[in-house]
Protein backbone atom coordinates (compact mmCIF):
# COMPACT_ATOMS: atom_id res chain seq x y z
CA UNK A 1 0.00 0.00 0.00
CA UNK A 2 2.37 2.52 1.01
CA UNK A 3 6.34 2.43 1.01
CA UNK A 4 9.31 4.48 2.83
CA UNK A 5 10.91 6.44 0.84
CA UNK A 6 12.81 9.20 2.66
CA UNK A 7 13.91 9.89 6.20
CA UNK A 8 14.30 13.31 7.06
CA UNK A 9 16.44 13.88 10.30
CA UNK A 10 16.34 16.55 12.92
CA UNK A 11 13.22 17.69 11.85
CA UNK A 12 11.11 20.10 14.54
CA UNK A 13 7.59 20.40 12.85
CA UNK A 14 5.54 19.12 9.91
CA UNK A 15 2.32 20.63 8.62
CA UNK A 16 -0.17 19.74 6.04
CA UNK A 17 -2.54 21.84 4.94
CA UNK A 18 -3.97 23.58 1.96
CA UNK A 19 -2.05 21.43 -0.67
CA UNK A 20 1.03 22.96 0.91
CA UNK A 21 3.42 20.53 3.45
CA UNK A 22 5.37 22.55 5.48
CA UNK A 23 8.79 21.35 6.97
CA UNK A 24 11.02 23.43 9.59
CA UNK A 25 13.90 21.44 10.80
CA UNK A 26 15.48 21.78 14.39
CA UNK A 27 18.55 24.34 12.59
CA UNK A 28 15.44 26.39 11.90
CA UNK A 29 15.01 26.18 8.07
CA UNK A 30 11.92 26.39 6.57
CA UNK A 31 11.07 24.01 3.41
CA UNK A 32 8.05 24.86 1.66
CA UNK A 33 6.76 22.33 -1.10
CA UNK A 34 10.71 20.96 -0.56
CA UNK A 35 11.85 24.27 -1.43
CA UNK A 36 13.67 26.22 1.19
CA UNK A 37 12.37 29.57 1.99
CA UNK A 38 14.82 32.01 2.21
CA UNK A 39 12.65 35.17 2.75
CA UNK A 40 11.35 34.85 5.92
CA UNK A 41 11.90 33.69 9.14
CA UNK A 42 8.89 32.05 10.50
CA UNK A 43 5.84 30.42 8.53
CA UNK A 44 2.94 29.16 10.58
CA UNK A 45 -0.49 28.02 8.90
CA UNK A 46 -3.74 29.17 10.38
CA UNK A 47 -7.30 28.15 10.56
CA UNK A 48 -9.97 29.22 7.48
CA UNK A 49 -7.33 29.01 4.34
CA UNK A 50 -4.65 31.29 5.52
CA UNK A 51 -0.86 30.99 6.16
CA UNK A 52 1.40 34.13 8.26
CA UNK A 53 5.04 34.72 7.25
CA UNK A 54 7.03 36.89 9.05
CA UNK A 55 10.76 38.04 9.09
CA UNK A 56 12.80 41.21 10.84
CA UNK A 57 10.38 43.47 8.59
CA UNK A 58 7.56 42.41 9.91
CA UNK A 59 4.27 40.08 9.25
CA UNK A 60 2.24 39.04 6.05
CA UNK A 61 -1.11 36.95 6.32
CA UNK A 62 -1.86 35.36 2.94
CA UNK A 63 -5.47 33.98 1.97
CA UNK A 64 -4.08 30.48 0.06
CA UNK A 65 -7.15 30.52 -1.67
CA UNK A 66 -7.30 34.11 -3.57
CA UNK A 67 -3.47 34.93 -2.75
CA UNK A 68 -4.83 38.11 -1.41
CA UNK A 69 -2.18 39.54 1.16
CA UNK A 70 -1.97 42.09 4.42
CA UNK A 71 0.81 43.13 6.23
CA UNK A 72 -0.28 42.90 9.79
CA UNK A 73 0.65 44.69 13.18
CA UNK A 74 -0.11 41.92 15.85
CA UNK A 75 0.21 38.26 17.10
CA UNK A 76 -3.24 37.23 16.17
CA UNK A 77 -5.25 34.45 17.00
CA UNK A 78 -5.07 31.89 13.76
CA UNK A 79 -8.47 30.48 14.43
CA UNK A 80 -10.04 33.97 14.27
CA UNK A 81 -8.09 34.94 11.23
CA UNK A 82 -10.08 36.33 8.02
CA UNK A 83 -10.00 38.77 5.42
CA UNK A 84 -11.88 40.71 7.73
CA UNK A 85 -9.75 40.65 10.74
CA UNK A 86 -8.41 38.66 13.66
CA UNK A 87 -8.34 38.69 17.29
CA UNK A 88 -5.18 39.56 19.22
CA UNK A 89 -4.21 40.23 23.34
CA UNK A 90 -2.91 42.70 25.31
CA UNK A 91 -2.13 43.39 28.76
CA UNK A 92 -1.06 39.93 29.96
CA UNK A 93 -1.15 39.31 33.64
CA UNK A 94 -0.45 36.55 35.60
CA UNK A 95 -4.04 35.65 37.72
CA UNK A 96 -2.01 33.89 40.84
CA UNK A 97 -5.57 32.05 42.01
CA UNK A 98 -5.79 30.11 38.73
CA UNK A 99 -2.15 30.18 37.88
CA UNK A 100 -3.13 31.23 34.07
CA UNK A 101 -2.78 34.45 32.12
CA UNK A 102 -5.80 36.92 31.80
CA UNK A 103 -5.19 39.49 28.70
CA UNK A 104 -7.68 42.25 26.73
CA UNK A 105 -9.16 40.82 24.09
CA UNK A 106 -9.51 42.76 20.83
CA UNK A 107 -10.77 42.13 17.67
CA UNK A 108 -8.93 44.32 14.50
CA UNK A 109 -10.94 45.27 11.58
CA UNK A 110 -8.73 44.72 8.82
CA UNK A 111 -11.05 46.93 6.38
CA UNK A 112 -11.24 50.32 8.69
CA UNK A 113 -7.82 49.57 10.85
CA UNK A 114 -10.04 49.91 13.97
CA UNK A 115 -10.30 47.82 16.76
CA UNK A 116 -13.12 46.54 19.50
CA UNK A 117 -12.63 45.57 22.92
CA UNK A 118 -14.26 42.18 23.02
CA UNK A 119 -13.42 41.03 27.04
CA UNK A 120 -11.14 42.58 29.78
CA UNK A 121 -9.03 40.58 31.94
CA UNK A 122 -10.51 36.98 31.24
CA UNK A 123 -8.51 33.51 31.19
CA UNK A 124 -9.09 31.48 27.83
CA UNK A 125 -9.16 32.11 24.04
CA UNK A 126 -10.99 32.48 20.70
CA UNK A 127 -11.56 28.57 19.51
CA UNK A 128 -13.57 29.06 16.69
CA UNK A 129 -15.29 31.63 14.33
CA UNK A 130 -18.94 30.75 12.87
CA UNK A 131 -21.06 32.97 10.61
CA UNK A 132 -18.76 33.64 7.98
CA UNK A 133 -16.54 34.78 10.23
CA UNK A 134 -18.36 37.59 12.05
CA UNK A 135 -18.76 35.89 15.26
CA UNK A 136 -16.38 33.87 17.47
CA UNK A 137 -16.29 31.54 20.46
CA UNK A 138 -14.38 32.18 23.51
CA UNK A 139 -13.24 29.14 26.14
CA UNK A 140 -12.88 30.05 29.34
CA UNK A 141 -12.67 27.88 32.96
CA UNK A 142 -15.98 29.06 33.14
CA UNK A 143 -17.45 27.88 30.12
CA UNK A 144 -18.04 29.33 26.84
CA UNK A 145 -19.17 32.66 25.45
CA UNK A 146 -20.51 34.17 21.31
CA UNK A 147 -19.27 37.31 20.61
CA UNK A 148 -20.21 39.45 17.33
CA UNK A 149 -16.77 40.41 16.31
CA UNK A 150 -17.19 44.20 14.51
CA UNK A 151 -19.07 45.34 17.69
CA UNK A 152 -17.99 43.23 20.59
CA UNK A 153 -21.20 42.22 21.42
CA UNK A 154 -21.45 39.15 23.62
CA UNK A 155 -24.52 37.13 22.40
CA UNK A 156 -24.92 34.48 24.99
CA UNK A 157 -22.71 32.90 27.82
CA UNK A 158 -23.02 29.10 29.11
CA UNK A 159 -21.70 27.04 31.87
CA UNK A 160 -21.24 23.41 31.64
CA UNK A 161 -20.82 22.78 35.47
CA UNK A 162 -23.49 20.27 35.36
CA UNK A 163 -21.33 18.30 33.08
CA UNK A 164 -17.88 18.70 33.84
CA UNK A 165 -14.85 20.08 32.09
CA UNK A 166 -14.85 20.69 28.51
CA UNK A 167 -12.05 18.49 26.57
CA UNK A 168 -12.54 19.87 23.75
CA UNK A 169 -14.20 21.90 21.24
CA UNK A 170 -15.25 19.74 17.99
CA UNK A 171 -16.05 21.90 15.46
CA UNK A 172 -19.53 23.61 14.01
CA UNK A 173 -22.14 22.00 11.50
CA UNK A 174 -25.22 23.66 10.17
CA UNK A 175 -24.45 26.26 13.17
CA UNK A 176 -24.98 23.32 15.93
CA UNK A 177 -21.66 23.36 17.92
CA UNK A 178 -20.20 19.71 18.93
CA UNK A 179 -17.90 19.59 22.21
CA UNK A 180 -16.64 17.14 24.57
CA UNK A 181 -16.43 17.29 27.88
CA UNK A 182 -14.69 14.96 31.29
CA UNK A 183 -17.73 14.21 33.53
CA UNK A 184 -17.23 16.12 36.57
CA UNK A 185 -17.56 13.01 38.90
CA UNK A 186 -16.63 10.05 37.34
CA UNK A 187 -13.54 9.70 35.09
CA UNK A 188 -14.04 6.73 33.34
CA UNK A 189 -17.07 8.65 31.51
CA UNK A 190 -17.07 11.90 29.36
CA UNK A 191 -20.19 13.68 27.24
CA UNK A 192 -21.02 14.89 24.02
CA UNK A 193 -22.48 18.13 24.29
CA UNK A 194 -24.61 19.67 21.06
CA UNK A 195 -25.19 23.73 21.39
CA UNK A 196 -26.98 25.79 19.21
CA UNK A 197 -24.81 28.85 18.09
CA UNK A 198 -27.71 31.61 17.83
CA UNK A 199 -28.74 31.45 21.60
CA UNK A 200 -26.60 29.02 23.45
CA UNK A 201 -28.62 26.93 24.57
CA UNK A 202 -28.00 23.04 24.96
CA UNK A 203 -29.86 20.94 22.33
CA UNK A 204 -28.83 17.22 23.31
CA UNK A 205 -26.02 15.62 24.69
CA UNK A 206 -24.61 12.01 25.07
CA UNK A 207 -23.09 10.29 27.69
CA UNK A 208 -20.08 7.69 26.43
CA UNK A 209 -17.18 5.33 29.54
CA UNK A 210 -14.43 4.65 28.13
CA UNK A 211 -14.54 3.37 24.74
CA UNK A 212 -15.60 7.30 23.66
CA UNK A 213 -12.21 8.73 23.33
CA UNK A 214 -13.43 12.65 24.25
CA UNK A 215 -10.44 13.76 22.71
CA UNK A 216 -9.43 11.45 19.92
CA UNK A 217 -13.00 13.33 17.67
CA UNK A 218 -13.41 14.86 15.04
CA UNK A 219 -15.95 16.07 12.25
CA UNK A 220 -15.96 15.11 8.45
CA UNK A 221 -17.67 17.23 6.46
CA UNK A 222 -17.48 15.37 3.68
CA UNK A 223 -18.71 12.63 5.33
CA UNK A 224 -21.39 14.46 7.26
CA UNK A 225 -20.33 12.95 10.63
CA UNK A 226 -18.60 13.18 14.03
CA UNK A 227 -15.68 10.41 14.62
CA UNK A 228 -14.19 8.98 17.12
CA UNK A 229 -11.79 6.62 17.05
CA UNK A 230 -9.10 5.25 19.92
CA UNK A 231 -7.99 3.01 22.28
CA UNK A 232 -7.27 2.72 25.94
CA UNK A 233 -3.99 1.71 26.93
CA UNK A 234 -3.86 -2.21 25.90
CA UNK A 235 -7.76 -2.61 25.19
CA UNK A 236 -8.84 -2.17 21.92
CA UNK A 237 -10.11 0.09 19.81
CA UNK A 238 -13.93 1.63 19.50
CA UNK A 239 -14.95 3.58 16.47
CA UNK A 240 -18.28 5.66 16.89
CA UNK A 241 -19.98 8.21 14.56
CA UNK A 242 -22.60 10.70 14.58
CA UNK A 243 -24.83 11.89 11.90
CA UNK A 244 -24.02 15.67 11.69
CA UNK A 245 -27.76 16.25 10.81
CA UNK A 246 -29.89 14.31 12.37
CA UNK A 247 -27.44 14.04 15.69
CA UNK A 248 -27.94 10.64 15.94
CA UNK A 249 -25.66 7.92 16.72
CA UNK A 250 -25.04 5.54 13.80
CA UNK A 251 -22.47 3.49 13.98
CA UNK A 252 -21.06 2.09 17.51
CA UNK A 253 -18.07 -0.32 17.35
CA UNK A 254 -15.12 -2.67 18.32
CA UNK A 255 -12.65 -2.41 15.20
CA UNK A 256 -12.16 -6.06 15.19
CA UNK A 257 -9.62 -5.87 12.12
CA UNK A 258 -7.68 -4.17 14.92
CA UNK A 259 -7.89 -6.38 17.77
CA UNK A 260 -6.63 -9.57 16.05
CA UNK A 261 -3.34 -7.48 15.26
CA UNK A 262 -3.23 -6.62 18.63
CA UNK A 263 -3.07 -2.74 17.51
CA UNK A 264 -4.23 -0.25 20.03
CA UNK A 265 -5.38 3.65 18.26
CA UNK A 266 -3.72 6.35 19.66
CA UNK A 267 -4.41 9.19 16.53
CA UNK A 268 -6.27 9.35 13.34
CA UNK A 269 -7.51 11.23 10.43
CA UNK A 270 -10.48 10.90 7.87
CA UNK A 271 -9.51 11.17 4.37
CA UNK A 272 -12.13 10.41 1.60
CA UNK A 273 -12.94 6.49 2.06
CA UNK A 274 -10.32 5.74 4.43
CA UNK A 275 -8.87 6.72 8.26
CA UNK A 276 -5.11 6.87 8.49
CA UNK A 277 -3.93 6.23 11.96
CA UNK A 278 -1.47 5.60 14.38
CA UNK A 279 -1.44 2.87 16.90
CA UNK A 280 0.89 0.75 19.41
CA UNK A 281 1.41 -2.77 19.31
CA UNK A 282 1.45 -5.29 21.90
CA UNK A 283 5.10 -4.32 22.35
CA UNK A 284 5.01 -0.65 23.53
CA UNK A 285 2.60 1.66 25.24
CA UNK A 286 3.08 4.45 22.90
CA UNK A 287 2.33 4.50 19.22
CA UNK A 288 4.98 2.89 16.69
CA UNK A 289 3.09 1.65 13.79
CA UNK A 290 0.94 3.12 11.55
CA UNK A 291 -1.88 2.44 9.07
CA UNK A 292 -5.12 2.67 7.37
CA UNK A 293 -8.65 1.22 7.51
CA UNK A 294 -11.72 1.39 5.26
CA UNK A 295 -13.72 4.12 6.58
CA UNK A 296 -17.05 2.21 5.60
CA UNK A 297 -16.28 -1.57 6.66
CA UNK A 298 -13.01 -0.95 9.01
CA UNK A 299 -11.15 -3.13 7.29
CA UNK A 300 -7.36 -3.38 8.04
CA UNK A 301 -6.36 -2.28 4.72
CA UNK A 302 -2.39 -2.21 5.69
CA UNK A 303 -0.30 -1.17 8.41
CA UNK A 304 3.91 -1.08 9.21
CA UNK A 305 5.62 -1.00 12.49
CA UNK A 306 7.74 2.55 11.85
CA UNK A 307 11.63 2.20 12.79
CA UNK A 308 12.73 2.93 15.52
CA UNK A 309 9.63 1.27 16.82
CA UNK A 310 10.05 2.92 20.17
CA UNK A 311 9.71 6.42 20.13
CA UNK A 312 6.03 8.35 19.91
CA UNK A 313 4.54 9.27 16.67
CA UNK A 314 2.89 12.17 15.99
CA UNK A 315 -0.51 12.31 14.25
CA UNK A 316 -0.69 11.03 10.48
CA UNK A 317 -0.70 13.87 7.55
CA UNK A 318 -1.35 13.66 4.10
CA UNK A 319 -0.70 15.38 1.12
CA UNK A 320 -1.21 13.48 -2.52
CA UNK A 321 0.56 10.14 -2.65
CA UNK A 322 2.75 11.31 0.15
CA UNK A 323 2.28 9.82 4.07
CA UNK A 324 4.14 11.58 6.41
CA UNK A 325 4.93 10.42 10.35
CA UNK A 326 6.75 12.54 12.71
CA UNK A 327 8.72 10.62 15.30
CA UNK A 328 9.46 12.24 19.22
CA UNK A 329 12.94 12.24 18.69
CA UNK A 330 12.71 14.35 15.34
CA UNK A 331 12.71 11.52 12.26
CA UNK A 332 10.19 12.18 9.64
CA UNK A 333 9.15 9.17 7.79
CA UNK A 334 8.26 9.89 4.38
CA UNK A 335 5.61 7.21 2.68
CA UNK A 336 4.60 7.04 -1.40
CA UNK A 337 1.53 4.97 -1.96
CA UNK A 338 2.40 2.34 -4.29
CA UNK A 339 -1.02 1.45 -6.01
CA UNK A 340 -4.38 2.14 -5.84
CA UNK A 341 -6.52 0.80 -2.28
Known amino acids: MYKVIDTILNVDRIQVKYNLTLIKLKNGIILLNGQQENEYGYIVFCENGYLIKGNDKGKTLLNVFTNKTFNIKHNYSGVTLSDKG????TNSELDEILVAYKHDFYFHNFETDKVVLLIEQAVGYFAINYSENSKAIFRSNKGLASFRLFNGENEWQLTLSQYGEIRKLIGIYANTLWISV????????????????????ILKSFE????????????????????????????????????????????EVEVISLKEKR???????????????TANDSTQVVANCVGILNYYTLELLWYDKVSPGNLKLDP??????????????????????ENTM
Request: glycine share 8%; net charge negative; hydrophobic share 35%.
Open 86 to 89: GVYT
Open 182 to 201: NDINDTTLCHLVLIDCENGQ
Open 208 to 251: HDYHFSAHGVMLSEEHKSLVSLQGQLLRSSWFFEYDLETMDIKR
Open 263 to 277: LVVRSFMVNGDYIYF
Open 316 to 337: PQIAGDKLYILGAEGTLHVYKK
